[in-house]
């Protein structure tokens, strides 16, 4: 428990809140951001002004926090480039299947009361607990 | 215009949010995921307060008629809990746990240009492009079996 940080995630999320509030109080959209980069790629193109523009933000917040001096991030991905290539497979095949991850199912399908975001978001957080659980507890145990 | 700069406004902050709570860490999801080791509950409080502010902005857009730099809203029509819907926040949540990103986060992170990184992003373009395409031929092979059926009963 000693990386619990409730302060910080509370802020964050609240920031993550405002954020999918303003997309939707501004421009009528759902902030799911596998929905907004999807959109962006073949065979299913459609609105890139926006959708760009969206990822420009997302990309652009690290680099802007280098001029205050922050580090960029640097996220501990496995050394096992396959197992990398094979989870980045199932988040785009997953997202697309079930239209949304854990911003448009998680956070603004919630938000909504969406009998199927919350479906969706049980299913995730079940088969993600239990991935972590066998990685780490019965292969790695 | 004030749309696009409000949509880079909206991704500037969303990846803020992210950065401050600790969620572009891989190490920080798979904390929060892993119920039966050292459990890190911080997700729990992340989207709590995500959840809550995007209720409220919710609720104040519906009493709007119509946003305010477009002429309409774009939410989601379907409905029904289908197999679909499930296999597929199901296999997203198996990708999610063998390494900790989910595709905001992978986004954000694009921006140290890490090669892991970017093979993450990638690939799961190619899972969506690839569903998607196949999706579409599905669609096309069934129209075309249903044109001809039309034309075989006619």
């Given at each position: 428990m000693q990386d619990f940080t409730p302060i910080s995630g509370l802020v964050g999320g609240v920031l993550i809140g405002f954020a999918c509030a303003l997309l939707m109080l501004?421009?009528?959209?759902?902030?799911?951001v596998s929905g907004v980069f999807a959109?962006?790629?073949?065979?299913?193109?459609?609105?890139r002004d926006w959708r760009l523009s969206f990822l420009c933000g997302l990309i652009a917040a690290p680099l802007l926090g280098t001029i205050a001096r922050f580090s960029l991030p640097r996220p501990t991905l496995p050394a096992d480039l396959w197992l990398v290539l094979v989870s980045g497979l199932l988040v785009g095949l997953g997202t697309r299947m079930s239209g949304g991850c854990t911003s448009g199912h998680g956070v603004c399908g919630t938000a909504r009361l969406s009998t199927r975001s919350l479906a969706a978001t049980a299913a995730f957080m079940v088969t993600a607990i239990a991935t972590v659980a066998i990685v780490r507890h019965v292969i790695g145990g | 215009m004030l749309r696009v700069i409000a949509s880079f406004g909206c991704g500037l902050l969303f990846a803020i949010g992210l950065l401050i709570s600790g969620m572009t860490d891989p190490r920080k999801i798979l904390g929060f995921l892993d119920l039966f080791g050292?459990?890190?509950?911080?997700l729990a409080f992340v989207m709590a307060g995500a959840v809550a502010v995007t209720g409220l902005g919710f609720a104040l857009a519906r009493r709007?008629?119509?946003p305010i730099l477009a002429e309409r809203s774009v939410l989601p029509t379907q409905a029904g809990i289908t197999a679909r819907l499930l296999i597929g926040s199901g296999l997203f949540g198996i990708g999610w746990g063998l390494?900790?990103?989910?595709p905001g986060p992978a986004l954000v992170n694009l921006?140290?240009?890490n090669v892991p990184v970017i093979l993450f992003v990638a690939a799961m373009a190619a899972g969506m492009s690839g569903y998607n395409l196949w999706q579409s031929g599905f669609a096309k092979a069934k129209r075309q079996a249903d044109a001809s059926a039309a034309l075989s009963e006619g």
């Open positions: 501004l421009n009528g959209r759902i902030a799911g959109g962006l790629l073949p065979p299913n193109r459609s609105d | 050292a459990w890190d509950p911080t709007r008629s119509t390494v900790g990103l989910c921006a140290g240009l």
